[in-house]
């Protein structure tokens, strides 16, 4: 006989799937007698299909079948996520399955109610990211159009830093809406878009490269916003001032990310003619010497500005504790 426990029990003949005890949990379990679910069979209560019931007895016959859920009809008709452990038992001459019925209908219940959460939360994630990048590309519209309204030279090229540097963002916003990932941001794909673009829409003439060699990272938000406007600020003065009068060169984008959390190095560097003479980089003189600055503070790192030939300011920082960088193999 099936023993006695508080958890509903069936003993089921493997070969035709027949119920040939049941105690009495299961009989509460299911609405049924035990007399008249010893006149039952498997598939009358299983909502699987006759084909998948016949493979998992045979499965459990050659070896123990891991846990499965499934879902199981009751005397009323009600229709109820159980979760069955099966094991194979020797009954005098007859190999029985003992199959353990746990009801687990309020836990998927519960799942399915996150699960559905999970779902409207990015969604919603994505809507917002959509509409910050609408929102950053208006912007941009608006000081084009103030910046062709100017006769400035002044006035225009500062409309155009603005542009840029909403555009890095806005490419930010614009990737984590394609892609449906909020957490964490390929920190790689990233910089690498941003350059390029940035490259190919302020680079006017032949003669320029542009490399890209960026370690796969991933890291959080607060990384890759600071991180985006500061290749944002390097590559785009490296364009306007390391190659005058018509020079060649190269302009390198450089990522290099240690391995177990360790400091990453960003690095943009150029062949060109170097940092203007009697400019000290170190003291910010400019505005975007000033905002290279407070974005390195904002990783809490360091910046190294060198020379020889061309230029070159490499950012190292540690990933942060609550985004640590995950180095992609």
Not at 156 to 176: C, G, P
Not at 248 to 253: A, D, K
Request: hydrophobic letters at 40%; aromatic letters at 4%.
């Amino acid at each position: 006989n099936v023993p006695g426990s508080s958890l509903p029990m069936l003993l089921i003949d493997p070969v035709d799937g027949r119920i040939v005890d049941a105690n009495l949990a299961a009989a509460e379990f299911y609405g049924w007698y035990r007399e008249t679910l010893m006149t039952m069979t498997f598939a009358d209560i299983s909502t699987l299909p006759a084909e998948a019931i016949r493979a998992n007895l045979a499965e459990v016959l050659e070896g123990d079948l891991e846990p499965f859920q499934v879902r199981h009809r009751l005397a009323s008709g009600e229709v109820r996520d159980v979760e069955v452990f099966v094991g194979r038992i020797q009954v005098g001459e007859h190999a029985r399955l003992l199959s353990t019925i746990m009801d687990v209908t309020a836990r998927v219940a519960a799942e399915r109610t996150v699960e559905s959460a999970m779902r409207e939360k990015d969604a919603l994630l994505k809507e917002v990211h959509h509409r910050v990048k609408n929102n950053l590309q208006v912007i941009t519209s608006l000081l084009r159009l103030e910046g062709g309204r100017s006769a400035d030279p002044r006035v225009k090229r500062v409309m155009e830093d603005m542009q840029s540097r909403l555009i890095s963002m806005a490419l930010l916003h614009e990737m984590l809406y394609r892609t449906g990932t909020f957490a964490h941001v390929d920190l790689s794909h990233y910089l690498g878009q941003l350059s390029n673009q940035l490259f190919h829409t302020v680079a006017q003439r032949t003669g320029l490269r542009l490399v890209v060699n960026l370690c796969p990272v991933t890291v959080d938000m607060d990384t890759a916003v600071p991180c985006g406007l500061l290749v944002n600020e390097l590559v785009s003065n490296a364009l306007k001032h390391a190659f005058p009068d018509g020079r060649t060169g190269e302009i390198q984008v450089t990522l290099q990310a240690g391995t177990d959390g360790g400091a990453m190095r960003l690095t943009v560097a150029d062949t060109g003619v170097g940092f203007p003479e009697g400019l000290d980089p170190q003291k910010g003189e400019t505005l975007g010497l000033k905002l290279v600055t407070s974005l390195s503070r904002q990783l809490r790192g360091t910046l190294e500005f060198s020379e020889g030939p061309g230029a070159a300011v490499t950012l190292t920082f540690e990933p942060r504790a609550a985004g640590v960088a995950h180095v992609r193999s």
